[in-house]
């Protein structure tokens, strides 16, 4: 089934403890852009190419979530495609979180190597277990001076203890990573040069959607843009059925109204943009 080969995920993390940098290196090792192209997308000056909000880029954090696609082959050449959600960084935005939290199906917990998790990461983590969603941690920048990954994977488990995770949960892969290098590992003992364990590990432990592209439609809206060239558009993940270009569809708001709208235009997300397609089934965003 097509939905075999998706894996929706999340990714928590502080400030500075280098969510973006890791999505800046998943997406050039996914072979889907030169680097010269990222820094181009970014602002070279910055190089942070999740950040795109000015206000995001001035204070250094991710408030409206973003969402990027990247394509994996695994060694017996099945394609996956991995939607990535970015999640903001502060419970300040806590409507935000829990409607980004509801398209994915399983979590990247960005750890800092020497840091450990802060106060901002319990509460997005505790929203991520509230949906059920297991986590995986990545450790990263074990490479700095004064990095204690060991103790920082002790206090990730006492945290997801605290917030009274189930056996699951508690049973967390782990990969060790320097973001800014561009590579991670399952065993620090033994050393790589990409992000290929992250990738891996993704596709092992995050579920594929529970979905059925017979039934019915069913579509979570979890946010709005508007396009000058087609007007309002709707961004979700489709939990049921298919959605084609041309359709007549049932919108059904926040008080419960219904009201008949018209698909314009649908798009996927592919690297940093979207691409046009007919129809999307049930399982992708």
Request: proline residues 4%; aromatic residues 6%; charged residues 25%.
């Amino acid at each position: 089934m097509y939905s075999d080969y998706i894996r929706n995920v999340a990714i928590i993390a502080h400030v500075d403890h280098g969510k973006t940098t890791l999505l800046d290196r998943l997406l050039y090792q996914s072979g889907m852009f030169r680097r010269e192209y990222l820094d181009k997308l970014a602002g070279a000056e910055h190089s942070l190419i999740m950040d795109s909000n000015p206000l995001e880029r001035e204070r250094g954090i991710t408030i409206l979530s973003k969402n990027c696609a990247l394509n994996y082959t695994d060694r017996r050449g099945n394609e996956y495609k991995i939607n990535v959600i970015d999640t903001p960084g502060h419970a300040d935005f806590g409507g935000e979180v829990e409607r980004v939290l509801k398209m994915a199906d399983g979590v990247l917990l960005l750890v800092d190597a020497f840091e450990g998790p802060m106060p901002q990461t319990r509460f997005v983590l505790s929203k991520a277990l509230e949906h059920g969603l297991r986590p995986i941690v990545v450790i990263n920048k074990v490479d700095r001076e004064n990095a204690r990954p060991d103790d920082v994977v002790n206090e990730v488990f006492d945290l997801l203890v605290a917030l009274n995770a189930d056996e699951r949960a508690l049973d967390f892969p782990i990969l060790y990573a320097s973001a800014r290098e561009g590579w991670a590992t399952r065993d620090l003992r033994h050393g790589t040069d990409n992000m290929k364990a992250v990738f891996e590990t993704i596709v092992e432990h995050i579920p594929a959607p529970k979905a059925d592209p017979a039934l019915p439609l069913q579509m979570l809206v979890t946010s709005q843009e508007y396009s000058d060239y087609v007007g309002r558009v709707a961004i979700g993940r489709v939990f049921a059925g298919r959605i084609s270009e041309g359709e007549v569809v049932t919108v059904i708001d926040r008080r419960g109204s219904h009201t008949q709208q018209k698909v314009m235009h649908i798009h996927q997300f592919e690297g940093l943009g979207r691409k046009r397609t007919a129809t999307v089934l049930a399982g992708d965003i």
